[in-house]
């Protein structure tokens, strides 16, 4: 008998759903993929609502946080569930204290304490349009992007110009990230490092619809499959390399978000919560995939 093995979605990423997002064909695509991989390995991969009781997620020996792509907004009770699972005895995928430290960009700070490249940065609690305007002069740039800290897929994510900028009254009313708008993110695109248990899998191009500057397909993104430089897989593992814990196992999986910033690769993101893994662009994703958590059993 195989293996059950849970793949945690929510309602917006679920068939069948009626709430489902515009872009939960990519949960399609990545549930395929691992599906080929998992049966050879006597795997079997069963979807399931990761809001369901606990006594529902209990059963299986691992989980895998598929497309939890609601998480942002229950953050602790997201944090709660995974960590009651783990009581439990099952294996969650990626474990519960990396995805706590994860969960919270300002993951970035310790990035680049460690070394790691990462783009100019202010962490203000609930930016005002004051603040939006002092930003503008801390870079020294027309062009500034307001990020949740805690979100995902761009999100309530704002660009300001100068010229454009909010009234001082205004409020983002998150956690927050400010940075200064990269050109490259239009000129160049931005680029996705897959490792699987710690080892590079495939790397994606990803460039944004004419007019917008979001390249997730939500937003008319496009991705292709790109055969990176030597320096730049170095440079997506060396943040790989930087990412805490103390499991006998590096993350079963990571997406490592760069972007080119002064001539090298920068972070954007370390994705090890409920990342797109671009299967299209990695065939060997399921059996990798497969490989790793039997390493876990």
Not at 185 to 193: K, L, N, T
Not at 235 to 241: P, S
Request: hydrophobic content about 45%; aromatic content about 8%; some cysteine.
């Amino acid at each position: 008998m195989a293996t059950r093995i849970g793949f945690l979605a929510c309602p917006g990423t679920l068939p069948g759903s009626p709430v489902r997002r515009g872009d939960a064909y990519e949960h399609d695509m990545q549930v395929d993929a691992l599906r080929s991989g998992f049966g050879p390995a006597g795997l079997e991969l069963v979807e399931v609502d990761w809001h369901a009781p606990l006594e529902e997620l209990a059963d299986f020996p691992l989980v895998l946080l598929g497309t939890v792509w609601d998480y942002q907004d229950h953050e602790a009770a997201f944090l709660a569930k995974l960590e009651a699972l783990a009581a439990r005895g099952v294996k969650v995928c990626n474990p519960a204290d990396l995805v706590r430290w994860n969960i919270d960009k300002a993951y970035l700070r310790d990035l680049a304490a460690s070394g790691a490249p990462t783009i100019p940065t202010l962490w203000p609690d609930d930016p005002t349009g004051a603040d939006i305007a002092a930003a503008f002069d801390h870079f020294g740039c027309d062009r500034l992007v307001v990020k949740r800290r805690v979100g995902a897929g761009a999100e309530g994510q704002e660009m300001f110009r100068r010229d454009t900028a909010p009234p001082e009254d205004w409020r983002f009313g998150h956690r927050a990230m400010v940075q200064p708008f990269l050109e490259a993110i239009v000129e160049e695109g931005e680029y996705s490092f897959v490792f699987v248990d710690g080892r590079f899998s495939h790397a994606i191009r990803k460039t944004a619809a004419a007019g917008d500057y979001r390249i997730q397909s939500l937003y008319g993104g496009q991705e292709e499959a790109v055969d990176p430089r030597p320096t730049d897989i170095a440079a997506a593992e060396a943040v790989v390399r930087s990412i805490p814990g103390e499991t006998p196992h590096p993350p079963l999986y990571a997406r490592i978000d760069m972007i080119r910033h002064d001539g090298a690769l920068a972070v954007m993101e370390a994705e090890m919560i409920e990342p797109f893994l671009y299967p299209a662009q990695g065939p060997q994703l399921g059996q990798l995939m497969a490989e790793a958590i039997l390493r876990r059993l």
